[in-house]
C-alpha cells in the first residue's frame, strides 16, 4: 500500500502504460503529454501539436513501442518528409538522443521508504501526514480520510460512492443525483464530523477520532473506537437519501433558484 506519493506514481504509471484514470469527477481520463525531440520540449496535446511531425503528440507510444531504434528512425523519416529535406546529422542525433533520455525514465530508481509490517496502524497514518507537509498542502479533511482509510475503510467508502453517485443519474434505483449539487467526500465529511461531534472545526474532528480527550489533551485506543462508531452512526444519518432529498426540498423552499 502506499502511503504517500500516490499522485506521482499514478500519473507516472498513466503516462508509462497508458491505461486511463479516474478525475475528480470520477470520469476516465488519459493522461497524454507531448513531446518535441527536437527542442527537447513537452507541451499539452492540441490540435496544432498533433498535426505537427515535430511533436510527439503522446509520449506513451514511446515507451509502449517494441525498440528505441524502429522509434526513432520512423521520427525522423515523419519529420524530413514533412520539411522536404534532409536533417542534419547534428539535428538528427539531438533528436534520437532526446528520445533516449525521454525512454531511459523507465529505469530511474526511486527511493521509497518502506515501513515495517508491524508498525501500528496510527503511527503509519502519522506518517502520511507529516510526509505531505512539505508536499501538496493537504487540509484536516484529508487527514480524517486517511485515518478512516485505517480504521474504517468502509466509511471512506460510503462518501466517495455518495459523491460519485450524486453526479450520475440511476434510472434503477434511488440515488443521491441531483442538478444542483455535487458534494466532494471531505464535504460530506465535514457535515459528519459536526452532526456527530457538534464540532465545527475539522482540526478537532481530527483530534478526536485519533482518540484524544480534549479536556485532559490524552490520546486512547478505547476513545478513538467509541469516537469512529459516533461518527459511523452520524454518517448513516447524513447519507441517509430520504435527510438528503428533504435537505434538498428545504433549499428549494427557502428561494434558492433549485428550480
Known amino acids: 500500500m502506499i502511503v504517500d506519493g500516490q499522485q506521482r506514481l499514478t ?12 478525475d475528480e469527477n470520477w470520469q476516465k481520463q ?4 507531448a513531446f518535441n525531440p527536437m527542442r527537447s520540449e513537452f507541451g499539452v496535446a492540441d490540435a496544432a501539436i498533433r498535426k505537427d511531425p515535430e511533436w510527439v503528440a503522446n509520449v506513451t507510444e514511446l515507451f509502449k513501442a517494441g525498440g528505441d531504434y524502429a522509434f526513432i528512425n ?10 522536404g529535406q534532409v536533417l542534419s546529422e547534428e539535428d538528427r542525433n539531438a533528436a534520437a538522443a532526446s528520445i533516449g533520455r525521454l525512454k531511459g525514465l523507465t529505469g530511474f530508481q ?7 509490517e508491524e508498525m501500528e496502524a496510527e503511527e503509519a497514518a502519522e506518517i502520511f501526514v507529516r510526509t505531505n507537509s512539505k508536499g501538496v498542502e ?9 485515518l478512516m482509510s485505517v ?16 453526479r450520475a443519474p440511476n434510472l434503477t434505483s434511488a440515488s443521491p443525483f441531483n442538478p444542483f449539487i455535487q458534494p466532494s467526500p471531505d464535504q460530506l465529511l465535514r457535515v459528519g464530523i459536526a452532526f456527530g461531534f457538534r464540532r465545527g472545526r475539522m482540526r478537532d474532528g481530527y483530534a478526536i477520532l485519533r482518540g484524544r480527550d ?3 489533551s490524552e490520546y486512547t485506543a478505547v476513545a478513538r473506537d467509541e469516537n469512529f462508531r459516533s461518527l459511523e452512526e452520524a454518517q448513516a444519518r447524513v447519507l441517509d437519501l430520504t435527510n438528503w432529498h428533504e435537505f434538498l426540498k428545504c433549499l428549494a423552499r427557502g428561494g434558492l433558484p433549485f428550480g
Open 214 to 216: 480534549l479536556k485532559t
Open 11 to 22: 500519473s507516472l504509471y498513466a503516462v508509462l502504460t497508458g491505461r486511463p484514470i479516474v
Open 74 to 83: 520512423s521520427y525522423l523519416q515523419r519529420v524530413s518528409a514533412r520539411k
Open 30 to 33: 488519459t493522461v497524454e503529454i
Open 110 to 116: 526511486f527511493q521509497a521508504i518502506i515501513l515495517s
Open 138 to 146: 493537504l487540509n484536516q479533511a484529508d487527514f480524517i480520510l486517511t
Open 151 to 166: 480504521y474504517w475503510d468502509e466509511g471512506r467508502k460510503q462518501l466517495e460512492t455518495f459523491s460519485k453517485d450524486a
